[in-house]
C-alpha cells in the first residue's frame, strides 16, 4: 500500500518534470531526422534506374574507346584498350543482371526458382564431411540457408522488396540497431539522470525522506518509475520511426524473412590462416517474419533501457548534484559505445561482459554480435549480462540511498 | 507523557564531534526552545531526531519509538520542516500537499489537505504552481505539510527565518495555539527573543554540547532583579524585608525585585536610613542578561554574542 503511494508521487512528479518534455522533444526530432533520411533514400531510389545508369556508362566508356583507338599504336595504348574493354565487359555484365531484375519484379517466382537451381549446383562441387576446409563448410551452411530461405519465400509466397521501393520494416530494424546504442540510451539519461539526485540538489529529498515511510520503499518505488517509464518511452519511439517510415515508404516488405539464433563456431582455416573462419551454425535458428522482428526489436530495446535507467538510477544515487550524475551517466553510455565498438571490431572478447555491448539485444540474437566480436554471445547470456549489470549497481544503490547521512540537501 | 527523548546522543562527522551527549525531554503541549549559534550542532540534532542522519551513539525516541530501530512508527508522529521547506516548485500547493500526505499515511487525504491549506492561511492559492509563492507562502505551506499527519510532535529547524514581523506574530499564534491543543513542538533557534516569545523551555547548545536548560518562566522571573552589594548583607536584608521587599540572599549581594528606577531608588534610601554603606547597585538587565548569567558567558563580555546572537531584527 505504501508502495503503490510511492508509485503514485512518483509517477506525478516524472510527468510534470521538464526533464520529461524535453525527453519528447529530443525523442521527436529523431523521428523527425529519421522519417527525413527516409524520404531522401526514398528519392533517391526512385531517380535511379539501373538500367539507364548502365547504358549510360556504357556509351561513355564506348566513346573512349574509340578516342584511344583513333591514336598511334604503342604498347601503352593496347594496355589502355585493354583495361577499357574489361570495364566495358564488367559494365555489359552489370546491364544484363539490372535486367535479370527488371524480369524477376514481373516474376519472382521464377527468379527465386532459378537462384535456388544456381544454388544447388554449387552446393553439389562443395565436398562434405570431414574433407571439407573450414572455409568450405561456411560457404556451404550459408548456401543451405539461403536455399532455406528461398524455400520459404515461395512457401509462404513472400516477394522480395525490389528497388526502388524500399522496405520500412528493414530500415527501422537497421536504424534501431544503431540508436539503441546511442540515442536512445542518452534520452533514459536525460530522463532518470535526475531521480534521485535532482531531490539532493533541490532539498526535497529531507521532506521525503522524514515520512513513516522506509527508505528501501521510496528508493524502490523510484527505480520501478524509472525503469518502467524508460522501458515505455523507448518502446513507443521504436514504434515512431516505424509508424515515420511505414508513412513514407509504405508497408511492403511486412513478411520478409530474417534469420534469428544463428550461431557461429570460429576456427583456422588452413586456406586463410591469419583470420579466424565463422562457420555459421543454423540447427537453432529460424526464419522469422520482419514485422515480428520489429516487435521483438522493440520490446528487447525497452529490456536494455530499464538496464541502462537502472544504471543511471545507481549514478542518481550516488552522485548528490543532478548535473553530475546525468553527465557520468551520459559519459558511461558515449564512452561505452566508443569502447565497445572499437574492442568488438578489433574482435577482443572481454567486452562481452561491459554492457554497452548488449544494448541492441537483436544483434546478440540475429548473429551480428558473434560474428564480430568472434566470441560465442547469444540473446540468452546478453541478457544475463546486463541482468547482472543491473542487479548489482540497484544493490549497491540500496546500500547507499539506506545508509546515507543526508547532511546538506 | 514525553513524547521526544535524547538520550547520551552524540555525532561525529569525519574527526569532529558535531554534537556530544546530549539528553532532552519534551512533553506533551510543551514548546521546547532549542537556543544556540550557527554551527553550534541544531540542525545535525534536528536532522538526527527527524532521521535523516543516524546519531553516532545514544538513542532517540519518539513517543516511545526508537528512530533507528523503527523509524516508520516513531516518524508517524512527527511533523517537521527542516531549514528551509523545500517543495517541488513545478507542482502546486495542493499537489505537494497530497504527495505528502500519501507517504504519511493520512486517510481522508483531500479532506485533510483541504483543513491544512485552511489552517495556515493558503486555501485561496493552494492550486498555484509553488515556484508562483512568495517566500512566505512557502513557509506557509511547509508549515500545512508539517500538520498534515497531525502529529504529535512538531520539529522546527529556523521557522521564522525570513519571516516579516507580521508573518512572525502569525507563526508565533500558531506554534501557541498547536501546543495548548496538545502537540509538543520543538524549535530550533538562534535568536533569544524568538525563543523567549515562543517557548516554554530551552536547553542552549554551544559547541555540540547542551551547556544549560531551564523554564522561560523562570528566566523571565528573573529579569528586572537588582543586584545590591552592601557592608553588611545580613542586616541590610533585615532591613529591607522589614520595609516590605522581598530580598533573597545571594552571597556578599543582595538580590531584589525592582521593576523600575523610582523602587531601587526606595530600596537604597531605605538602607543609606538604615545606616549601611551601598558600594554599587547593578540592574540584572532583563532576560537576556539573566540568560547569559545562566549560561555562564556574562563574565567575559565579548564572548557573549557568540553565544546567542541578539535579536537583530
Known sequence: MRLWNVLRNEWMKLVRRRRLTVVAVLGLCLVGLFAFGEYQARQNARNYNPIVAQQNALAELKKQRSAIASEPPSQARDQQLQSIDAAIASVQQQLQEAKQQAQAQVDWRASVKTEMDNIRQELAQIPTGSAALPSEQARRADLQAELTLDQYRLDHDVAPVFRPKLSAWEETLSFLSVADKTFIPLLVVVLVGDMVAGEMTSGTIKLLVVRPVRRRTLLFGKWLVSVAASAVVSFVLCWLFLLAGLAIQGTQGALEPHWLGVTYQFVKSPDDPLNLTAIPNYAHAYLVPAWLCVLYQSLLVALAMAVVATITFFCSTVFKSSMVSTAVAMGAVVIGYVVTEIATARGQGWVRWLFPTHLDLFSDWNGDLVRALQHPVTLGSGILTLLVWAAVLLMLSFIRFGRQDILNA | ?313
Open chain 2, 1 to 313: 507523557m514525553d513524547v521526544l527523548e535524547l538520550r547520551g546522543v552524540s555525532k561525529r562527522l569525519g574527526r569532529r564531534m558535531v554534537v556530544q551527549d546530549l539528553d532532552m525531554t519534551v512533553r506533551e503541549g510543551e514548546v521546547y526552545g532549542f537556543l544556540g549559534p550557527n554551527g553550534a550542532g541544531k540542525t545535525t540534532t534536528i536532522r538526527m531526531i527527524v532521521g535523516l542522519i543516524r546519531p553516532t551513539s545514544g538513542i532517540i525516541r519518539i513517543c516511545g519509538h526508537d528512530i533507528e530501530r523503527n523509524p516508520v512508527g516513531a516518524l508517524k508522529h512527527v511533523g517537521t520542516i527542516v531549514e528551509n521547506p523545500e517543495m517541488y516548485s513545478y507542482l502546486t500547493g495542493r499537489q505537494n500537499l497530497i504527495h505528502y500526505a500519501r507517504l504519511a499515511g493520512v486517510r481522508d487525504i483531500e479532506r485533510r489537505v483541504a483543513a491544512v491549506a485552511e489552517r495556515v492561511g493558503l486555501a485561496q492559492r493552494i492550486d498555484e504552481k509553488v515556484k508562483r509563492y512568495s517566500l512566505g507562502m512557502r513557509q506557509r505551506l511547509g508549515v500545512a505539510q508539517a500538520l498534515l499527519a497531525d502529529p504529535k510532535l512538531l520539529v522546527l529547524d529556523e521557522p521564522t527565518n525570513g519571516l516579516d514581523p507580521a508573518g512572525m506574530r502569525e507563526f508565533r499564534e500558531l506554534i501557541r495555539r498547536l501546543a495548548s491543543e496538545g502537540m509538543a513542538v520543538f524549535i530550533s533557534s538562534h535568536l533569544l527573543a524568538e525563543v523567549e516569545q515562543m517557548c516554554d523551555r530551552v536547553a542552549v547548545i554551544r559547541d555540540g554540547r547542551v551547556i544549560t536548560e531551564a523554564d522561560v518562566a523562570d528566566l523571565r522571573a528573573g529579569a528586572g532583579q537588582v543586584q545590591i552589594r552592601v557592608s553588611d548583607p545580613a542586616t541590610a536584608r533585615a532591613t529591607l524585608l522589614a520595609a516590605g521587599w522581598k530580598a533573597e540572599d545571594g552571597g556578599d549581594r543582595l538580590r531584589l525585585m525592582a521593576k523600575d528606577d523610582e523602587a531601587v531608588a526606595q530600596a537604597v534610601r531605605a538602607l543609606v536610613e538604615a545606616g549601611l554603606d551601598v558600594y554599587e547597585v547593578t540592574r540584572a538587565g532583563g532576560l537576556e542578561q539573566s540568560f547569559l548569567a545562566l549560561t555562564g558567558a556574562a563574565q567575559t563580555g565579548g564572548e557573549a554574542d557568540a553565544v546567542v546572537e541578539r535579536a537583530a531584527q
